[in-house]
């Protein structure tokens, strides 16, 4: 059986926050919009590469948590639009990008990923942010 790897590109740019039934969650260190991460957990074989790949069961699994990520988004940014995505062709192991986006957000309305402009979270922001997303996700976070 294969060890799950998390890609180093997405570890680097990203904090991890916890498990979820199927995915890590994942919260993008890029303070200008809320951004998070799921990355399906795969050990058979430890990289997939496509939402494709999953037989139908993960892919329900992972729609749920989807879903929960972006109710949670919808909570915290009740006058956003969600960019939901699977792009990966940067970073080609499965991960889905959950974004909450606003008409004053920096690259509004062109896309996040790619964008060179970025801002570093206050340590402040940072862990009161963290902390609000495991308290809200508290029930689903392993």
Known sequence: ???????????????????????????????LVPWLILVPKYTHPSYVTEFTDLNETEQARVLSE???????????????KLNIATIGNVVSQCHIHVVARHEQDFCWPDVVWGQSQREDYSDETLEVLIQTIKTDLQTHLK
Do not use: R, W, Y
Not at 2 to 25: M, R, V, Y
Not at 66 to 80: D, E, R, T, W, Y
């Open 66 to 80: 989807i879903n929960l990520v972006s109710m949670f988004l919808k909570k915290q940014h009740p006058a956003c």
């Open 1 to 31: 059986m294969h060890e799950f790897k998390l890609d180093p590109t997405l570890a680097n740019d990203c904090i991890l926050i916890g498990e979820l039934d199927i995915s890590l969650l994942l919260l993008n260190k890029n303070a």
